[in-house]
C-alpha cells in the first residue's frame, strides 16, 4: 500500500462539531472509519483485533442518539471515536498490556479516563497496541508514513492510528518519553499533562509515582478540545502578549542524542528563532548520567513491585527485556528509592528556579 493513503484528516474538533449538530450521522461515521480501518490497518497494525467492531459501535451510537436526541445537549464529544492504550481497563475489552502473560491476573475495573471521555460522550473504537507492559519489547505496530520504520513506543498503536486516521483522538501513557515520542514519530500532537491532571487510576502501571497519562490529536486545537475533558481543574489561558522565551540545555544532556537526531534538534530550534521565539541557551542537567541512573533504578523497582509473585510464576512468558528490568528491579535498595525520590523532588525545583532566574517561559 502506498504509505500516502495511509495517512487521513481525522480532526477531533470539527469531527465533534459536525456529530453535535447533527451535520454528521454517528451510525455514518461509525462506518466510515471502520472501513478505514479495514483498508489500513493490515498494513500499520495500530489497533488490537475486534471482529464485532462495527456492529458494537453501530449498537452504542444508536443508544448515544437516543440519549441526546437534542444536539443542543450533546456533551462535547459526542460520538467521537476514541482509542485506548492496551493499558487501561476498559469495560467488555480484555487488558492485555502487549503480553502473553494471563490477562486476568492484571484485570481491575474501568480506568478513570475512559469514564471521563465515556460521560464526554465519546465512543470507545477499541484497544491499541501497547509494547509489552509499556516499556521495550515492541508490538507489530508500524508508522504510517513509512512501514519500514518505527511509530515509536511505548504508546505505539495509539499515535500510529491518530496518525494513520483511524480515530481523532487515542489515550496513551509516559514514563520516561512514551507519548511524546510517538507523536513526534508519527507527525502529531502529543500531550503530557502534569502528573496525575489526568487521573491514572485503571490502568496496568509501570511506575506508580512515573507514570502520566497523555493524549494524541492531529492538531493543537483538537488537543485543547480533548484536555479539557480530562484534565482536572483544566483553565484556558489567553495568548501571551509577548513571544515566549525558550529554554534550550547546554552542555551532556543534548550530546545524549545522535547526530542525526541533534541536527534534527538545532534546525528547529533554527526556525523557532526565525518565527520571532527568543531562544536562550542555559548550563544546566551537568548530571544527566546520575539522573539517568536513578530514574532507570527507580522505576526498574516500582515495577519489579507490580509484579510481585505473578512474575515468579510466568516468568517465562515475559519477553527479555522486559524480564531484564524486573530483576535488575529486584536488587534496588530502600536507600537507593529514598535518594531517588529525593533526587526527584530537587531536580524539579533546580529547573523552577533556573527558569526564574533566566526567565525562561518553556
Known sequence: MNPSSLINPAHLAATATSLRSGQLNPIIYVDDMCDRIQRV??????????????????????????????????????????????????????????????????????????????????????????????????????????????????????????????????????????????????????????????PTAGLVYFSRSLDHVGLFTQAVADMALAAQVVCRDWQEVAAPQRTPVLGVPEGPYLLQAESEGLAAFRRQIERLAAAGVTIRSVPTLADIERINHLHRRSIFAEFADEHAGIYDRYAALYRPRTAEIIEIGRTVTDDERTEALASMTELRADQADLMDAEGIDL
Not at 443508544?63 to 493499558?87: E, M, N, T, W
Not at 502473553?100 to 492484571?106: A, K, S
Not at 478513570?112 to 465512543?123: D, H, N, T
Open 41 to 198: 490497518d493490515s498494513s500499520v497494525q495500530a489497533l488490537l483485533p475486534e471482529a464485532d467492531r462495527r456492529q458494537r459501535l453501530h449498537a452504542e451510537a444508536a443508544a448515544l442518539v437516543q440519549r441526546f436526541p437534542d444536539p443542543a445537549s450533546r456533551p462535547a464529544l459526542y460520538g467521537a471515536l476514541v482509542a485506548f492504550k492496551d493499558i487501561f481497563h476498559v469495560d467488555g475489552f480484555v487488558t492485555r498490556a502487549g503480553s502473553t502473560v494471563p490477562p486476568e491476573l492484571f484485570a481491575g475495573p474501568e480506568a478513570a479516563v475512559v469514564a471521563l471521555l465515556r460521560q464526554a460522550g465519546a465512543l470507545i473504537l477499541g484497544k491499541a497496541v501497547t509494547t509489552e507492559f509499556a516499556y521495550f519489547e515492541p508490538g507489530p505496530t508500524r508508522n504510517p508514513h513509512n512501514l519500514d520504520h518505527t511509530p515509536g513506543g511505548s504508546s505505539s498503536g495509539s499515535a500510529a492510528a491518530v496518525a494513520a486516521g483511524l480515530c481523532p483522538l487515542a489515550v496513551g501513557t509516559q514514563t520516561i518519553g512514551s507519548v511524546i515520542r510517538p507523536a513526534a514519530f508519527c507527525g502529531i500532537v502529543g500531550f503530557k499533562p502534569s502528573f496525575d491532571r489526568i
